[in-house]
Structures are given as C-alpha cells and as structure tokens.
C-alpha cells in the first residue's frame, strides 16, 4: 500500500503483508465455513441511514460512561489474545493506545503480557476477560491478580465451552505459545502435529461444564462487577440479569465460535428489548466504522449500549 491506511480494511490489509500466515489466519479467521463472519460485517452493509437536516452538529460531544468509568467515544478495546504474536509489546502496546484514546480496555486472558505489566505500563482503565479453567483455583487466581493490579471488572467470556473449528488454524497446526500469565501454574505450549495446537490448549484447559452456578462462584473470588460476554437471546439476556450480573455483551466471538450463530447486530434489538435498561447492553462483532457504531446506537435504543470491534480496536457505550 503506498499511502496512509484510512480505515480498518486497509490496516487487516497491511497486516496480511507482514503477519506470518500462521497468525494472520488465526488473527482473522473464523469458524468452519465462516458464514457469520462475513455475515457480521453484511448486516451492517444492509442498515442504511435515515438523515434529518438542518440540524446544527457543530458542538458534538461523544464522551460517555461505562460502569461510572467515562470515556472519550462509545468506542472501548475488546479482548482478544497474543498479541505478541503481531508486536513484540504486545498488549502493553495497546494498553498505551487505549489509554492515549481515553478509553477503557479489556484484556483477554490469554494475552501475551501478564497482568501485572499491562497495569503498570499505563494509566488506562481496565477491565479483565475470563475463562474458566477445569482448574478454576488458577482462573481464581488470575481473577484477584487482576482485581489487585487496579482491573476495574470481569468479563466472563461463555460462548466458548469448546473452541470453535477454525479451519485455517488446523492446517496452519496453529502453534499455541506459553502464556505468561500461566507461568508456574499451568502449561499452555500446544505445538501440535495434529491439528490447532490452540484447539488442543483450550479443549485441554477450558470447563466445559460451565453453567449458570459460575457466576456465584465468581461473586464468591472478587468483588468487581461481573459482566457476560456471548449473549445472543432474549432467553439467556434475561437469565444473566436474573443471576446478578452487571452487565452483558452481545457477541458471537467474532464469527470464531459457533458458525451459523446470527449476526450480531441482527439480535441487539432483542437482547437490548430482554434487558429493559436494568444493566449496560455491550455489543461486538462486524464493527469496522464508525458509521457501523452509529448503527448499533441506534439500535440499542433506551438502554445504555456498549459495543466493541476488534479488528479495528474499538468498543464503546452510549446512554439514550
Ligand atoms: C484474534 C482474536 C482473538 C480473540 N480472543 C478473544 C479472547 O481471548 N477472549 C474473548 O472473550 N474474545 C476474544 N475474541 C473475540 C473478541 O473479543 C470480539 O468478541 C470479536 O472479535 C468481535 O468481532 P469483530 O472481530 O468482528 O470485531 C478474539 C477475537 C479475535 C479476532
Ligand atoms: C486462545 C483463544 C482461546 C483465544 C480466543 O478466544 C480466540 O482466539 O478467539
């Protein structure tokens, strides 16, 4: 690319020139036939916009809050692993970026960084993505290390009881590395012969059996707010609020889980509908402008909403 990238496209662009395969797949890819994951961005494609004129727009003000934090923009870093793997800062880099943008990030449990160097790196506001491992000694582990270094919330990542077939990660045998955060307590180095060594990590380390009982257990470990990631129904919105959580995101995990899951701009309605204002509504997935964002506000009527895109590095709330 000769000029300047001046939007989210031409960044993944830049990123297939320079990325090893290997994680440029695994960085964009989703699973099996990877319909929601063009779905995702197509949903968007299909909303059009309903200008008003003569509307004076010269003073505009975007600030927000999420969780009392505020923040510049509607816009918030979603969690999304190793990022070592595209920069050797990894996700010390980015916590500087979201700190720069005045906004808040949520750092994936399995990020390349630990905790303890993300916190320290910067002022931002930050939040922490779980998983709960069979071992759940060592994820409560990771829960209070993060709550101690100054992470003002829990992102309980459920939509990945298992990891979803990513095709390109199995052919690539996508190499999972040792994971810094697990040092001394758990190994994570996959480098399998047979299929996604990534896969392998998870399907060995993740609970499976995960159900509704996790979020007391959690109550239990750490007294941040508590919020679900992976919502998709009006069924299980309602659920979460009735377990206590503090709020919920509406994601299908990019296209990386379940394909066939709907689009997720294609159910915030519902899910916004299901919560009636009584948490925040976040949202994720197929986010690569801003006018996708103002899309999802739109959408997110009478509830405060939040969403999120990684591949452009970007999440976000609005109150109405
Ligand atoms: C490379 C990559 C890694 C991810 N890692 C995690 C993760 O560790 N935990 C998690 O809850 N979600 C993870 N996600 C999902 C994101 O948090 C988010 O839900 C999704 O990327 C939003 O969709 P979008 O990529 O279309 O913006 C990951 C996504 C990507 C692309
Ligand atoms: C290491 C993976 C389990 C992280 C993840 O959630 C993802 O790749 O989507």
Known sequence: MESEP?????????????????????????AEDQYTLKQNV??????TIRPRILVDVSRIDMSTTVLGHEISAPIMVAPT????????????ATARGAAACNTIMILSYNSTCTVEEVASSCNAVRFFQLYVFKRRD????????????????VVLTVDAPRLGRREADIKNKMVAPQLKNFEGLLSTAVNSNDGSGLEAYANETFDSSLCWEVIGWLRSITSLPILVKGVLTHEDARMAVEAGVDG???SNHGARQLDYSPATISVLEEVVHAVGGKVPVLFDGG????????KALALG???????????????????T
């Open 6 to 30: 001046v939007n989210v496209k031409e960044f993944q662009e830049l990123a297939k020139q320079v990325l090893p395969k290997m994680y440029y797949d695994y960085y964009a890819g989703g």
């Open 42 to 47: 197509e949903a968007f494609q299909r909303i």
């Open 81 to 92: 692993a190793m990022h070592q793997l595209a920069h050797s800062e990894g996700e010390v």
């Open 138 to 153: 060592i994820s409560a582990q990771l829960v209070q290390r993060a709550e101690k270094s100054g992470f003002k919330a």
């Open 248 to 250: 919920i995101v509406v």
């Open 287 to 294: 986010i690569r402008r801003g006018t996708d964002v103002f």
């Open 301 to 319: 009527w009478k509830a405060g909403c939040i969403w999120s895109c990684s591949k452009g590095g970007i999440w976000g709330e609005t109150c």
